[in-house]
């Protein structure tokens, strides 16, 4: 009889504790909002952090609250923004798809001042002996982009620097954190002209280090008609929202600093017809000229 009063006592206990509790998560039950699971179902499950949130889960909360744009979260793309939109009742927001773009083109082409044998990673590269490479602001190639990527986005070329695969890019921003020399920046979707070239330094101290530095030269901002690139800090910077994708400055960069890189039949024709515009130009200035001697003699 002791173990049935044992058994009876416990199950007595269970019951009046199991009605406390459920008492207790009534009486503190914390409302979620509906709107949040829905929220977090249209990004894109990474939890990347790209979106500067503690996952997936903050980044939806904090849309939520309106700390952050519909569009936080980069690799849920412009159709994961619209449903977001549609969710909180906002208008989806419109703008070009952006992708990462790595801005050099040094790799076998930059000066080496060691070989380096330890942990595969740049910013360790970085701290011996002021890293392998001479330029300081050549891609040093250990993937520490390629590691941060959760998308296959990013990888070490055959020249042994990034290149992005702008199909897969989601723009979350990760191997731009990971870059310890701030190499890898945001460029439109659409963009094909690039100056692939961060170094500061004048021409010859440029070209002491990398044979495919931009030497500050301004024949691509000479060149271009639509006032889309000029020399800035001794470098060549694009401003895309002008930029039209004509080439012209790949062609008159004698580095070849700029993206696409021409071929040599391509600058030959490019110096061709610069040349037969600067005689075209000179002898117009010269009849010009000889009109104005003309007229000054009658």
């Known amino acids: 009889m002791n173990i049935v009063y044992a058994v009876l006592v416990l199950g007595v206990v269970a019951v009046i504790f199991g009605i406390v509790l459920s008492v207790a998560a009534k009486v503190f039950e914390v409302e ?75 790799g076998e082409a930059a000066v080496k001042q060691f070989d380096y044998v330890g942990i595969q990673d740049c910013l360790a590269a970085t701290k011996v ?71 500061k330094e004048k021409g010859a101290a440029a070209m002491k280090v990398c044979a495919n530095a931009c030497i500050g030269c301004g024949l691509c901002e000479k060149t271009c008609k639509f006032d889309a690139i000029h020399v800035v800090n001794n470098v060549a910077v694009i401003d895309y929202s002008k930029c039209r994708n004509c080439t012209m400055c790949a062609k008159a960069c004698p580095k070849n600093a700029i993206e696409p890189i021409p071929t040599a039949e391509e600058k030959e024709k490019f110096k061709a017809a610069q040349k037969a515009l600067a005689e075209k130009k000179a002898k117009e200035a010269a009849e010009k000229k000889a009109a104005e001697e003309a007229a000054k003699a009658e």
């Open 32 to 106: 979620v909002d509906e709107r949040l699971p829905k929220i977090q179902a249209c990004l894109a499950g990474a939890n990347c952090g790209g979106c500067g949130y503690p996952g997936c889960g903050g980044c939806a909360e904090a849309i939520l609250a309106g700390k952050a744009p519909v569009n936080a979260c980069a690799p849920a793309g412009a159709e994961g923004a619209a449903r977001i939109a549609e969710i909180m009742g906002m208008e989806a927001p419109s703008g070009e798809k952006m992708v990462a773009h790595v801005i050099c083109n040094g």
């Open 129 to 199: 002996a002021g890293a392998p490479l001479a330029c300081a602001f050549g891609c040093l190639g250990y993937g520490s982009c390629v590691k941060a990527c959760q998308f296959d986005a990013i990888h070490i070329g055959d020249k042994g620097v990034a290149e992005v695969d702008k199909e897969k890019c989601t723009d979350c921003g990760a191997c731009r954190e990971a870059c310890p020399r701030k190499l890898i920046v945001e460029v439109p979707y659409k963009q094909k002209v690039f100056v692939n070239c961060a170094n």
